[in-house]
């Protein structure tokens, strides 16, 4: 796995509950607006039919502990990664690691944000990915 891959982890992780978190949404708001019941005169039912409410909410909260069980993750990952990059003794290159990789921020976000010259941060940014590349690698020789 590259290094750049490794750190947008979390990244992917976030997205993927953010999409889990509209799917519920979605599921709470279809099960609170399903119709009332169709009553036909003489009708004979032979078997029960399944209960719409209760199969929703069923699902709701499948989803709900799903995406809890991916929070707890998500948090744990982001708090290892948090670790990893203080590990990079170059202020800089924590910085700048810390800013793109942990808070999303686009290069050009985080040019402005420590007044560099956009061309110089993303050497900075290379050289950081090759220290923490570095960290990585003699952390797992040991």
């Known amino acids: 796995m590259t290094?750049?891959?490794y750190l947008n982890?979390?990244?992917?992780?976030?997205?993927?509950?953010?999409q889990r978190i509209e799917e519920a949404e979605d599921l709470k708001r279809r099960a609170f607006s399903i119709g009332s019941p169709e009553i036909?005169?003489?009708?004979?039912?032979?078997?029960?039919s399944a209960?719409?409410?209760?199969?929703a909410?069923?699902?709701?909260?499948?989803?709900?502990?799903?995406?809890?069980?991916?929070?707890?993750?998500f948090v744990a990952m982001k708090d290892k990664l948090i670790?990893?990059?203080?590990?990079v003794e170059d202020p800089?290159?924590?910085?700048?690691?810390?800013?793109?990789y942990v808070k999303?921020?686009?290069?050009?976000e985080i040019s402005e944000y420590m007044n560099y010259d956009y061309y110089y941060t993303c050497k900075i940014h290379g050289q950081a990915l090759l220290a923490f590349e570095r960290i990585k690698n003699t952390n797992n020789d040991k």
């Not at 036909?40 to 029960?48: F, G, L």
């Not at 209960?51 to 199969?55: E, K, N, V």
């Open 92 to 100: 800089r290159y924590c910085t700048v690691l810390y800013l793109r």
């Open 83 to 87: 670790g990893e990059i203080q590990q």
């Open 3 to 5: 290094t750049k891959r």
């Open 40 to 48: 036909k005169a003489d009708a004979v039912q032979s078997s029960p």
């Open 57 to 73: 909410v069923s699902r709701y909260v499948d989803l709900e502990n799903k995406i809890n069980a991916m929070i707890d993750k």
């Open 9 to 18: 982890r979390i990244r992917l992780l976030d997205i993927k509950i953010n």
């Open 51 to 55: 209960d719409p409410l209760a199969d």
């Open 104 to 108: 999303y921020m686009t290069m050009t």
